[in-house]
Each structure stands twice: as structure tokens, then as C-alpha cells.
């Protein structure tokens, strides 16, 4: 019954998971009403709220419009459950930007199989990852992502390298231009920002401790579950998917390298982890075992949502 509300894409269901969204959003919000106290912070709460679900269907066009789920709308549904793992993501404005960022710069990434302006989309995709460098350094790594899609699609011509690091001149420019207004140093700002922390020692109670490994739990069962299915995908999207299982290892790593570090960090998994989870679910199997995945899915989300409020 579940599966079948999300099997297919209407307004009714774009609207039901924007209502959800707001929801979950205000019912976090108003545990501290502090932002209502200036026009200000409103204004930034309710910005946070549009660049979410500007996220949430970021990356549910990637997914249709590349082929790598159907006229559904478990891609939009899976992001809004993840993003209820961890709460506290709800009002961390940087890593809300620089994942936002990140989604523009994957959407112009995957859809370079079609070869169609492929040096404006490399040098797009490069521009918004080192946009969201500046919001939070390590997401930096994604440029990886650039030069693996450049492999898979346009090695040949030597000019789709240089694309990048034309792309990171351009953005040093604006970074140096807004250093001298704001009076700040862009080497202190590399300097405070690019460290590393392996531990895994931030944990402030238990159910962020659980949040943490259920999370990581779903995400082995789904990128198992894709790693498995990958063969029967057809060819022609065989390169679409390395690349959106490449984007989550990559958000692992920011994670694992990050130094301050928190649950927060995994949100760069979730717009890959809810593509694979689509690719799962659409899957042809028995209507019951999808009804007990995703409902169990349900269930883990709402737990951790209203045990770290």
C-alpha cells in the first residue's frame, strides 16, 4: 500500500512529501524559537527550507530525466526519510549550501553521456564543487567525480582537463574579491578549514550513536542491493550509476576525513543513497518484500527523528 501512493508521479504526491518536509522542518524549528525574533533569521530558516527541498528535487530530476528511475516518486520520498536520520541537518546552513551546490554540479556530471556540451558541463559541474568548498572545504574531493566522468565520456580531447582548473582560477578570483571586502585571509581560511580528523568520537548520546549506525546499515543493504542489480541495468545507463555510487563514497570519505565532525556530514550521501533506493524498490520483486522495506525504512526514520529532538 505504501509503494503504491509513491509508484507513480503526480502533483498529489509532489505536494504530499512538500507538506511532509515542512512538517518534519517547523516541528525541529520549534524547539527553539529563538529565530522568530528577527525578520533576519526567519527569513534564513525559511531560506534553509527552500534550498531542502530545492535538494530533494535536484535530485529526483537527475534521476528521471537521466533514466535511472521510472515516473515514480520514491527518489524525492527516499531523500526526505534520509534527511529525518539526522535531524540536527535541519538548521546546518553550510553543509546545506555546499550539498546544494554539489547536486547542481552531479546534475550537469550525469547528464554528460548524452555528449551534448560537454566542456560547459565540466566546467559547470567544477564551478559549483568549488563553490561548495567554500562552504564546506572537503567537499572539495567531488572534483574526482569530474575527472572520472571525463574518463567514462571525453577523455579524447585534452581541453576537458584544463576545464577544471580553469573553473578553480574563477573561483579563487571570487573568493580573493570577497576576502579584501571582508577583510579576511583566503590562506588561513584553507589553513583553518583543510584538517583531518578520523576519530569518531562526537557522539553526544546514544540515539545519535543509533542513528548513525542505522543509517549505515540501510545504506550497506542498498549499495549492496545495487552493486548486485548493476549487471541487469541497461548498458547505455551503466556509466550514470558508477558515477552515483562513486558520489557516495565520496560523501563517506568527507565524512571519514572531516574534522568536525558529526552525523550532519553523511547529507552528501543522501541524494545517491535515494537514487539507489529507487533503483531498489523498482526493482521487479514480490509487492510484499518492497511494502516491508520501505515500511521498515518508515518506522527506523520517524524513531531517530523524535529520539535526538
Same mark, same amino acid.
Given at each position: ?28 524549528? @520549534? ?6 525574533? *528577527?525578520?533576519? *533569521? ?34 524525492? @520520498? $527516499? ?15 553550510? +553543509?546545506?549550501?555546499?550539498? @546544494? ?25 567544477? =564551478? &559549483?564543487? /568549488? ?6 572545504? &572537503? ?21 576537458? &582537463?584544463?576545464?577544471? %582548473? ?36 562526537? @557522539? ?17 543493504? $542498498?549499495?549492496?542491493?545495487? /552493486? ?17 555510487? !562513486?558520489?557516495? $563514497? ?14 550532519? =556530514?553523511?547529507? %552528501?550521501? /543522501? ?5 539507489? !533506493? ?15 522495506? +520501505? ?7 520517524? $524513531? ?6
Amino acid at each position: 500500500m505504501i509503494t503504491s501512493v509513491f509508484r507513480k508521479s503526480t502533483p498529489l504526491n509532489l505536494l504530499l512529501v512538500v507538506i511532509l518536509m515542512l512538517v518534519f522542518f517547523l516541528v525541529y524549528q @520549534f524547539q527553539d524559537f529563538s529565530w522568530l525574533n *528577527s525578520l533576519v *533569521s526567519i527569513l534564513k530558516t525559511f531560506g534553509l527550507l527552500l534550498l531542502l527541498l530545492g535538494s530533494i528535487f535536484i535530485t529526483n530530476f537527475v534521476a528521471k530525466k537521466n533514466g535511472l528511475s521510472k515516473d515514480s516518486c520514491y527518489t524525492i @520520498f $527516499f531523500y526526505f526519510l534520509f534527511l529525518l536520520f539526522f535531524p540536527s541537518v535541519l538548521n546546518n546552513t553550510n +553543509l546545506i549550501v555546499s550539498n @546544494f551546490f554539489i547536486l547542481l554540479a552531479l546534475r550537469r556530471l550525469i547528464s554528460l553521456q548524452s555528449l551534448k556540451a560537454s566542456k560547459e558541463k565540466i566546467f559547470d559541474a567544477s =564551478l &559549483w564543487i /568549488f563553490m561548495a568548498s567554500l562552504f564546506h572545504f &572537503w567537499s572539495i574531493l567531488y572534483i574526482v567525480l569530474v575527472f572520472i566522468s571525463i574518463i567514462f565520456h571525453v577523455a579524447k580531447d585534452y581541453r576537458n &582537463w584544463v576545464l577544471p %582548473f580553469i573553473a578553480l582560477l574563477s573561483v579563487g578570483i571570487i573568493a580573493m574579491v570577497f576576502s579584501i571586502i571582508l577583510d579576511t585571509s583566503i590562506i588561513q581560511f584553507v589553513k583553518t578549514h583543510a584538517t583531518i580528523n578520523f576519530k569518531l568520537d562526537y @557522539f553526544t548520546n546514544n540515539y545519535q550513536n543509533g542513528a548513525f549506525s542505522i543509517y549505515i546499515t540501510v545504506a550497506l543493504f $542498498f549499495v549492496i542491493s545495487m /552493486f548486485a542489480s548493476l549487471s541487469n541495468k541497461p548498458l547505455l545507463l551503466h556509466s550514470s550509476y558508477k558515477k552515483i555510487v !562513486a558520489s557516495f $563514497f565520496i560523501g563517506i570519505l568527507i565524512f571519514i576525513i572531516s574534522a568536525n565532525k558529526s552525523n550532519d =556530514l553523511l547529507m %552528501f550521501t /543522501f541524494a545517491p543513497l535515494a537514487i539507489m !533506493a529507487t533503483s531498489h524498490i523498482e526493482t521487479k520483486q514480490i509487492q510484499l518484500k518492497q511494502e516491508m522495506v +520501505l515500511g521498515v525504512l518508515i518506522l527506523c526514520c520517524l $524513531f531517530t527523528f523524535f529520539s535526538q529532538l
